[in-house]
């Protein structure tokens, strides 16, 4: 191939990934946006989260359960919309949580949700990123996306004001520079390394429990290691690329910490519920940031993550071990234990949102475990499988990572109630080791004249579960009837 045709033939490849991704960001839009408003009440977690935001925007010093970006996002999608800007703000902040009958009748829950949405969008395209990246194929990219797309407890969690979309989207992020630096030539990962890093620390400063991705860190580390470079040079590069992913992690963390304190600048609001419990917990050089006898400084910085880690700490001891909308990792697998979010009637029907997974799309995330692990049993016990020594580490350490989520999961089941929605990380996982455990033997499956009909599958039962199960997630009135008829397909939606 010719020079200008090589430059051609990149050409219209960028344009046809460009116009799948277009495609994938177009229809999960479509899911996430449509009829964004509704209902209008608070769902699950926003009764915490409006709130906080509320907080944010009166620049109220503030802790709360989980790490501040996602929190501070929501705020800012919720400043930008601008509609809530003459709501009062230091009443609806005032407690740690409101009810739904509190709120003022005129509050737009399109302001407080459109960012969650927008994040939503974004990580369905980087799903279809990560795919043409680590495939090389943009009609594969397209199939193993589709799950994520049409996933109908992704689509009710996006749709809310929740911190789940953002930690995907940082999380996808981590992966697709992982699926980059494979890439490469081990000795000019450097760059990625860091990368990955600082978009681990971000899904971390979202949630805590992201905390456990940086397990991939394997591949960027391993990769420089299997070099084909003299010994030292493997060994300084994989220690370069160690030190420079937690430099990135630490970075993230500092600036998402500092801008915490810089867009809250004041006190917590004595003599409410709110304020007396997060006073409780501001000491030492923080106390005199927001005070004013103090400049914004690295002590201060120090005193206040500390601060906000005592809090998370004395928050997660309070949490029970039980409620009757918790789950069990196991029960996750095959998307048992769905969770009613809220129902609205009109007399003759009822609007639901309900969490609820997708069937055919959670299995195809299971069996991606299952499948690499007999490719890699396969491969351990001698037989030819993954034919270079650099395409084994990346599912290797995606497994690794997943069984560390579940069993971290399960552990956490001792102390804490835990819930259907702290499956999504492993689940997004999974899809992407079914994507590479299908490139693996696409091969040797289209020989048995059948390598179109499994892909063709994904594609129809994901999208038949969606029909079926998409009235629960975007909160459509159904009559008592069609919520049998659409509740057939899971286990646990009960209908009023």
């Known amino acids: 191939m010719g020079r200008y045709a090589l430059t051609q033939w990149l050409s219209a490849r960028k344009m046809r990934v460009g116009i799948g991704w ?85 509050f737009s829950y399109i302001g407080i949700r459109w960012m969650s949405a927008l994040f939503g969008t974004l990580a369905a395209g980087l799903v279809f990123l990560l795919l043409v990246s680590l495939l090389d194929s943009i009609t ?94 493997r060994i300084a590069d994989a220690i370069r690329n160690g030190l420079s992913i937690a430099a990135g992690f630490g970075l993230a ?13 004041n006190p917590p609001r004595p003599g409410t519920p709110a304020g007396d419990r997060d006073s409780m917990f501001v000491s030492g050089p923080y106390l005199d940031y927001l005070e004013h006898r103090r400049v914004f400084s690295p002590p ?32 996750w697998i095959t998307g048992q234990s769905p969770i009613s979010y809220r129902w609205d009637s009109d007399g003759v029907r009822i609007s639901y949102v309900w969490l609820v997974a997708n069937p ?17 049993a396969r491969k351990f016990s001698g037989q030819q499988v993954y034919h270079a020594p650099t395409n084994i580490i990346l599912p290797a350490a995606l497994l690794l990572t997943w069984m560390l989520f579940m069993i971290t999961y399960q552990w956490l089941t001792l102390y804490r109630v835990m819930y259907l929605y702290h499956y999504f990380l492993p689940l997004m996982i999974g899809w992407v080791l079914a994507a590479l455990a ?38 459509q009135p159904l009559t008592p009837s069609q919520c049998k008829f659409h509740s057939s397909l899971s286990v646990g939606i009960f209908c009023r």
């Open 22 to 106: 277009l495609i994938v960001s177009i229809l999960a839009a479509f899911n996430l946006f449509s009829h964004l408003g509704e209902p209008t009440g608070p769902l699950w977690d926003e009764n915490y989260y409006i709130t906080s935001t509320a907080r944010y925007e009166t620049g109220t010093a503030q802790f709360a359960s989980h790490p501040p970006l996602g929190l501070m996002l929501i705020a800012a999608g919720d400043a930008l919309y601008g509609t809530n800007a003459n709501q009062n703000l230091v009443r609806i902040g005032a407690d740690k949580k409101i009810s739904g009958e509190a709120m003022p009748a005129d």
């Open 140 to 233: 594969t990219a397209l199939v193993f996306s589709t799950p994520f797309i049409f996933d109908t407890a992704l689509i009710a969690q996006f749709r809310a004001a929740h911190l789940d979309a953002f930690q995907i989207f940082f999380v996808l992020a981590a992966l697709l520079v992982v699926s980059r630096a494979v890439k490469t030539d081990g000795h000019a990962t450097a760059r990625y390394a860091l990368a990955f890093g600082f978009a681990c620390g971000l899904a971390t400063m979202v949630r805590a429990n992201a905390i456990l991705l940086l397990a991939t860190a394997v591949v960027i580390i391993g990769h420089a290691w299997l070099a084909e470079r003299a010994r030292t040079r």
């Open 253 to 265: 963390v500092v600036a998402v910490a500092s801008l915490h304190l810089l867009v809250s600048p």
């Open 300 to 331: 201060v910085l120090w005193s206040a993550m500390k601060d906000y880690n005592r809090f998370m700490a004395a928050d997660l001891q309070g949490i029970g071990t039980t409620d009757p909308n918790g789950s069990t990792p196991l029960q």
């Open 360 to 376: 055919a799309g959670w299995f195809v995330s299971i069996a991606g475990v299952i499948a690499t692990m007999l490719l890699l």
């Open 438 to 475: 299908w490139q693996q033997r696409s091969e040797r499956i289209c020989k048995q004249h059948i390598g179109a009909t499994l892909p063709s599958l994904v594609v129809v039962t994901v999208l038949v579960s969606f029909i079926l199960l998409s009235p629960f997630a975007l909160h």
